[in-house]
Nanobody, 118 residues
Framework: VQLVESGAESAQPGGSLRLSCTAS????????LSWHRQAPGRQREVVAV???????SYGDDVMGRARISRDNDRSTISLRLNDLKFKDTAVYYC?????????????WGQGTQVTVSW
């Protein structure tokens, strides 16, 4: 099982970035997918979630600025984040999860650093 993130590593405030995550080794379409991030000294937080049936939700800090999407044919998850702010600087992780017989099955990517600066 692998989740491999890729995409912009640095960007300027007010700009946009796009992150992608390519999955392999599991039945991608059956999983809820999400992006999380962790900034130095802070707990990991949810950025955006898309369920197996395409229902989306977003964290308060990115509401109105983020868009998550999934492509089941290509086993990819994407995140677009607009109007970037310094506080968006963090390591971003993609995540896949589903419940099976009452047990949570989940996988994490290794994370990719995003830095917002001039």
């Amino acid at each position: 099982v692998q989740l491999v993130e890729s995409g912009a590593e640095s960007a300027q405030p007010g700009g946009s970035l796009r992150l992608s995550c390519t999955a392999s080794g599991f039945e991608f379409s059956r999983y809820g997918l999400s992006w999380h991030r962790q900034a130095p000294g802070r707990q990991r937080e949810v950025v955006a979630v898309i369920s197996a049936i395409g229902i989306k939700s977003y964290g308060d800090d990115v509401m109105g600025r983020a868009r998550i999407s999934r492509d089941n044919d290509r086993s990819t998850i994407s995140l677009r984040l607009n109007d970037l702010k310094f506080k968006d600087t963090a390591v971003y992780y993609c995540h896949a999860a589903r419940m099976e017989r009452g047990k949570k099955i989940e996988y994490w990517g290794q994370g990719t650093q995003v830095t917002v600066s001039w």
